[in-house]
C-alpha cells in the first residue's frame, strides 16, 4: 500500500524553488555589495590631507569585496545552488569586487 505513493525523484526537479529560495539571500547580499560600492564611488575627499575620506573609501571597498566573496561562496560551495543558479548569479560579486579594487588601488 506504501509503495502506491511513492514517487521517484526527477533530476533537478526541485530547482525551480531552490532558485527562488536562494536567490532571496543572494540578492539582499548583492544588494548590500551595491550600496557598499556606491558608497565607495561617490565619497570624494576635500583634499590630501581627508584621511578619513580616505578610511571610508578603503572601509566601503572591503566591505564590497568581503560581502561579494560571501555572495559568491554561498553561490558555488554548495553542488545543487550551484547547478540551480546558474552561472550568471556569479557575475554581479564579480563585477562589484572589480569595481571596488579599482576603487580601492586608484584610491582619487
Same mark, same amino acid.
Given at each position: =500500500? ?5 514517487? @521517484? ?6 530547482? &525551480?524553488?531552490? !532558485?527562488?529560495? =536562494?536567490?532571496?539571500?543572494? @540578492? #539582499? ?6 550600496? %557598499?560600492?556606491? @558608497?565607495? /564611488? #561617490?565619497?570624494? +575627499?576635500? &583634499? ?8 571610508? #573609501?578603503?572601509?566601503? %571597498?572591503?566591505? @564590497? ?5 560571501? &555572495? /559568491?561562496?554561498?553561490?558555488?560551495? $554548495?553542488?545543487?545552488? !550551484? !547547478?540551480? =543558479?546558474? $552561472?550568471?548569479?556569479?557575475? +554581479? ?7 571596488? =579594487?579599482? !576603487?580601492?588601488?586608484? &584610491?582619487?
Amino acid at each position: =500500500m506504501s509503495d502506491q505513493f511513492e514517487t @521517484t525523484p526527477v533530476p533537478g526537479g526541485d530547482s &525551480g524553488c531552490l !532558485r527562488r529560495i =536562494m536567490a532571496v539571500p543572494l @540578492t #539582499i547580499l548583492y544588494a548590500i555589495a551595491a550600496f %557598499c560600492c556606491y @558608497t565607495a /564611488l #561617490i565619497t570624494r +575627499p576635500s &583634499g590630501s590631507w581627508d584621511q578619513d575620506a580616505y578610511g571610508a #573609501i578603503a572601509l566601503m %571597498c572591503w566591505l @564590497t569585496i568581503a560581502v561579494s566573496v560571501l &555572495g /559568491l561562496l554561498v553561490t558555488v560551495a $554548495p553542488p545543487t545552488v !550551484r !547547478r540551480a =543558479m546558474g $552561472p550568471w548569479w556569479l557575475g +554581479p560579486p564579480l563585477i562589484l569586487s572589480a569595481i571596488a =579594487m579599482a !576603487r580601492w588601488v586608484l &584610491g582619487t
